[in-house]
């Protein structure tokens, strides 16, 4: 019956048709008020599973985010589904914060977030007061920040273990993207998890193309790789500040509308950078890693690491950023062994040599990913524990022939190079000693050595490579530690004694990814209608103060574009398109679209879609089986006002004046009552004007800022 209930919701509050992965099973869980850890992919639909049984719940659910950014951009998406939810953290005044608590205190409340400073400052403060509160679910966000092993370790999500101590009875779900097998045993001890279930989803991002090039000519690789993505939403990041501030500054000056992120910049500044990206007023954001952790950006095209990241879960969260609306996107990685040195120094753990040796490990196998001549989605997916059983089709090794050469002679060298200096030192002590270099580094009784400048014929970056493959095949081998030896093997001896040919890698043709967007269907798209539906999406968003995804994601947009609704009953089949939304948002697009269709003589293609269980049209009622319009209306008779109203209903003031829109025919509410007088005429002349049929947002854009969605939606009620 509660599994029902809760897809009911999914579909009428998120317009969605059937739940993914695991979602179902977690929620399940919770209904049965078990414990559960849920690993699922970034953009796999975590939220969900806490999101659906709080609102099947009685009391509050409280969800403990690490990121003011997620917690801001959760609720505002929440709320603009008609769920009553809320965040505390430092960025809100006293009072704010007192108000929050007071709905909480008051049952008002269905979701809460807060930080885990939050929820544990001053002593047991807080927990003191959630004893008076019905708390009916905790959920632990970005779960892997407990573990010490993990890639990004949080001191004070190690005090979350309090919760089990103190509320026993109150189910605990701890969700990841990001967790191998060391982070999962953490995130169950140290949370004190008994009776729980462990939900593992795939961790494949199907949509996602993984492309790795040399490091070399970065910059103006970069600006080739951009050049036909203008129009796209990208994340480029850089190891330290100073190269973000660069080379979003040299971006702005190739025309790019870039701009930098990153802990140097104030507070203010990393805010209101931020706000532009997720509005689509700024394409790209060029940023170290302290952006996009928890940033639910649905339309970001395309991930760039300028810099290597330092371990595969950083690399696999990271991009993961890119296509969470499930539209094809990229992930592009600038690779260097030079990177894996100079990263060396900072996984070292002050006091902690077995942790210190983790790190290296971990940025040892970033190095070897950068390195793979085999499918990169196969090594990601092990590295999580996962099998794929063919090659994915989807990353630049699968779409590249390499050839072999007759390397013997170059492994020859490598490998006198490696016995000659007594197998002590690195990889690019090597590659110097090789290719002749005068630094300082080269000891004085290696360059009267013979091999010495042997390989000045070959490039750096291509010594490098050929020392990689050598290993890989077993001829050297590399020891652990924070400044790895090259040593040889049994192999080696044969090859120097000229007894056995080696064969290396030589890459000979490789394929130009093109990017291109691909909904969940084999149908094609209009893509100037998709344009017109975007710039439609983005008046409305601005209007309104949200980032345009919350009004519709970019794959909600793609499916309009392909299968040309018409009506609100074909609009209603559009996934991602909900009762609120459709209440809302409906006419402005649906409008677009038959605009589009009439001038291009097109008829809907709604019938082409893979047909899905339908939902009934229903009125939304309340719990005593109340029309939702009437209570609003009842409550505007009472005297009080839409504000009022909409903070009482826990709802949108706009989704207020839609219910009332609707008594203004049946004469129960007059145009007076929500439109001034004097704004009446001239939002009939601009409706005139646009000859826009039932659209607002053409109206909106010729009225401007003074003139709101409902005052334009009131008047067209009596045209």
Request: charged letters at 30%; one cysteine or more.
């Amino acid at each position: 019956m509660n599994i029902a209930k809760a897809q009911e919701i999914l579909k009428h509050q998120f317009g969605y048709d059937s739940f993914r992965m695991n979602q179902q099973q977690a929620i399940e869980c919770i209904l049965n008020k078990k414990d559960c850890v849920v690993l699922m992919p970034t953009g796999g639909g975590k939220s969900l599973c806490y999101q659906i049984p709080a609102l099947l719940g009685d009391g509050l659910t409280l969800v403990v985010s690490p990121l003011i950014a997620l917690m801001k951009d959760q609720v505002d998406a929440l709320v603009n589904n008609g769920v009553a939810a809320a965040f505390l953290n430092s960025t809100q005044s006293s009072r704010k914060q007192v108000e929050v608590f007071q709905r909480v205190k008051s049952g008002e409340l269905k979701i809460l977030y807060v930080a885990p400073e939050r929820l544990l400052q001053s002593g047991d403060q807080f927990i003191d007061f959630l004893k008076n509160v019905n708390v009916s679910l905790f959920a632990i966000d970005e779960a892997h920040c407990i573990s010490s092993w993990g890639h990004d370790f949080r001191p004070e999500y190690m005090q979350l273990a309090k919760l089990k101590h103190h509320f026993p009875e109150v189910p605990l779900i701890a969700l990841t993207a990001t967790a191998d097998k060391l982070v999962r045993r953490d995130i169950i001890e140290r949370l004190r998890l008994k009776d729980y279930d462990l939900f593992v989803s795939s961790f494949n991002r199907p949509n996602i193309y993984y492309t790795v090039e040399p490091k070399r000519n970065t910059y103006e690789r970069l600006l080739q790789y951009l050049a036909g993505k203008r129009d796209e939403s990208g994340i480029i990041y850089c190891l330290s500040r100073n190269s973000a501030e660069n080379l979003a500054e040299n971006l702005r000056d190739e025309g790019y509308n870039a701009l930098a992120y990153h802990a140097g910049l104030s507070k203010e500044e990393r805010d209101k950078n931020q706000e532009l990206f997720l509005k689509d007023e700024a394409k790209i954001v060029v940023a170290t890693i302290a952006f996009g952790m928890g940033i639910d950006k649905s339309n970001v095209r395309f991930v760039v690491h300028f810099d290597l990241p330092k371990n595969i879960e950083s690399y696999y969260q990271e991009t993961g950023r890119a296509g969470r609306d499930g539209l094809n996107s990229e992930a592009l990685l600038f690779f260097s062994w030079g990177d894996v040195q100079k990263l060396k120094g900072f996984a070292e753990v002050d006091g902690n040599r077995s942790q210190t040796e983790i790190m290296l490990k971990k940025l040892n196998l970033m190095g070897e990913f950068g390195d793979l001549k085999t499918c990169r989605r196969k090594f990601l997916l092990k590295y999580f524990d996962e099998e794929l059983t063919e090659d994915c089709g989807q990353c630049d090794n699968c779409n590249t022939t390499f050839e072999k050469f007759d390397g013997t002679i170059i492994a020859q060298k490598a490998l006198s190079a490696v016995a000659r200096t007594g197998q002590r030192f690195g990889l690019s002590y090597l590659v110097d000693f090789l290719r002749g270099s005068q630094a300082k580094t080269i000891r004085d009784e290696h360059k009267n050595l013979k091999t010495y400048g042997v390989g000045s014929d070959v490039s750096k970056n291509s010594w490098f490579d050929y020392f990689k493959d050598l290993i890989q095949q077993g001829y050297l081998a590399q020891k652990d530690g924070q400044f790895p030896t090259i040593v040889l093997t049994e192999k080696s001896e044969a090859v120097l004694l000229g007894r056995e040919t080696v064969e290396l890698f030589k890459v000979v043709e490789k394929e130009d990814k093109k990017s291109s967007l691909v909904s969940d269907t084999t149908h094609p798209y209009f893509e100037d209608l998709f344009a017109d539906l975007k710039r439609a999406r983005t008046t409305i968003a601005k209007a309104e103060h949200v980032p345009p995804y919350v009004v519709f994601s970019d794959a909600t947009l793609l499916e309009m574009a392909t299968f040309l609704p018409l009506t609100k009953e074909e609009m209603r089949k559009i996934s991602g398109v909900g009762d609120l939304k459709l209440d809302k948002y409906g006419w402005d697009f649906l409008t677009e679209i038959r605009s589009y269709c009439e001038v291009n003589n097109l008829d809907s293609r709604i019938n082409l879609k893979s047909v899905k269980r339908e939902r009934k049209v229903r009125t939304k009622r309340d719990e005593f089986g109340k029309d939702t319009n009437r209570i609003s209306l009842d409550m505007f008779q009472a005297g009080l006002s839409i504000d009022e109203i909409a903070e009482a209903r826990e709802l949108a003031r706009g989704t207020i004046e839609i219910h009332l829109i609707k008594f203004i025919n049946t004469g129960e509410v007059r145009l007076e009552d929500l439109v001034q007088a004097s704004k009446v005429e001239p939002i009939k002349q601009a409706i005139a004007r646009t000859n826009s049929g039932m659209a607002i947002a053409p109206v909106k854009e010729v009225l401007g800022e003074n003139y709101t969605y409902g005052e334009i939606r009131a008047v067209m009620a009596t045209i």
